[in-house]
């Protein structure tokens, strides 16, 4: 089993900053990576961002150029630094960690979730 805790959510403006940080524990050795998911009310669950444990990044189009993905493998942490952020960005912002499923890196864990908040 592995236990991912976020922290970092909050209520901002619009155009403000904020940054998540998720740690991991338990069986979570064995990843090919670490991610971000955020689920806004109404809507389906949908990826953020995604990085690998070579540093390989993938983002949401929505995202691009305003969020950045990090990690400290060592410590079992990845992070989402969120700027210029927008009322859509609103949400429930899970953090992942992700294995092989035998074809692909998914996401096979998730942490309870941080709500991030930006009003208008």
């Known amino acids: 089993q592995v236990q991912l805790v976020e922290s970092g959510g909050g209520s901002v403006q619009a155009g403000g900053s904020l940054k998540l940080s998720c740690i991991g524990s338990g069986d979570i050795f064995p990843r090919c990576g670490m991610g971000w998911y955020r689920q806004a009310p109404g809507k389906e669950r949908e990826m953020v961002s995604e990085?690998?444990?070579?540093?390989?990044?993938d983002y949401a189009e929505a995202v691009k150029g305003r969020f950045t993905i990090s990690q400290a493998i060592d410590k079992n942490m990845v992070f989402l630094e969120m700027r210029n952020l927008k009322t859509e960005d609103t949400g429930v912002y899970f953090c992942?960690?992700?294995?092989?499923?035998?074809?692909?890196?998914?996401?096979?864990?998730y942490g309870q979730g941080t709500q991030v908040t930006v009003s208008s």
């Open positions: 990085i690998s444990n070579v540093g390989e990044r």
């Open positions: 992942t960690a992700r294995f092989w499923n035998g074809l692909f890196c998914a996401p096979q864990y």
